[in-house]
T-cell receptor
Framework: DTAVSQTPKYLVTQMGNDKSIKCEQNLGHDTMYWYKQDSKKFLKIMFSYNNKELIINETVPNRFSPKSPDKAHLNLHINSLELGDSAVYFC??????????????FGEGSRLTVL | GENVEQHPSTLSVQEGDSAVIKCTYSDSASNYFPWYKQELGKRPQLIIDIRSNVGEKKDQRIAVTLNKTAKHFSLHITETQPEDSAVYFCASTGTGRRALTFGSGTRLQVQP
């Protein structure tokens, strides 16, 4: 059973399009995150939700809109895609806030390529 | 906010040698320091962590040391093997902080 699963794994799209990435965790964790990993491998926090409540929104353009319908799901919608949005987007979850109460579990990543 | 610096960015060692990766952090309130390993095309996965009430922790061939006074912590891998080749990330967080802050990663290559 996959603990944190995200779909799709690969996304290739044109500039200006809108796309969504979905994430689900079956670990019973309270907190979920979106991280962006660019071509230099930097892992940067974008958003975090705790029990469906947004607790982190890190200087991300408002073209990015997360949605958490319940604590097991965290989706990411991106409007008007730009070349610089090309990256691998990782969903993650942890028990408690901040990851210091336990391990951060990552999904497999969704590689977004904007042409 | 917290700033985590990680060195070196790349590290190449011969199989059987030791590898050391170092990180410094800025927030003296940080109290949890995990290390993640990311193999090519895969997700980051936790390999070891340390809390601020401990100076050193070992798990088989890997160990982490923490110097709270100097605000730095290190990952030590002994008897390296080709399967240790990956990108390693340090991270830090603390009570009241809402997410891990990651270092910039170290690409370790173990030459057979």
């Amino acid at each position: 059973d996959t603990a944190v699963s995200q779909t799709p794994k690969y996304l290739v799209t044109q500039m200006g399009n809108d796309k969504s990435i979905k994430c689900e965790q079956n670990l019973g964790h309270d907190t979920m995150y979106w991280y962006k990993q660019d071509s230099k491998k930097f892992l940067k926090i974008m958003f975090s939700y705790n029990n469906k409540e947004l607790i982190i929104n890190e200087t991300v353009p408002n073209r990015f809109s997360p949605k958490s319908p319940d604590k097991a799901h965290l989706n990411l919608h991106i409007n008007s895609l730009e070349l610089g949005d090309s990256a691998v987007y990782f969903c993650a979850s942890s028990q408690g806030i901040g990851g210091h109460t336990g391990e951060l579990f990552f999904g497999e990543g969704s590689r977004l390529t904007v042409l | 906010g917290e700033n985590v610096e990680q060195h070196p960015s790349t590290l190449s060692v011969q199989e059987g040698d030791s590898a050391v990766i170092k990180c410094t952090y800025s927030d003296s309130a940080s109290n949890y320091f995990p290390w993640y390993k990311q193999e090519l095309g895969k997700r980051p996965q936790l390999i070891i962590d340390i809390r601020s009430n401990v100076g050193e922790k070992k798990d088989q061939r890997i160990a982490v040391t923490l110097n709270k006074t100097a605000k730095h912590f290190s990952l030590h891998i002994t008897e390296t093997q080709p399967e240790d080749s990956a990108v390693y990330f340090c991270a830090s967080t603390g009570t009241g902080r809402r997410a891990l802050t990651f270092g910039s990663g170290t690409r370790l290559q173990v030459q057979p």
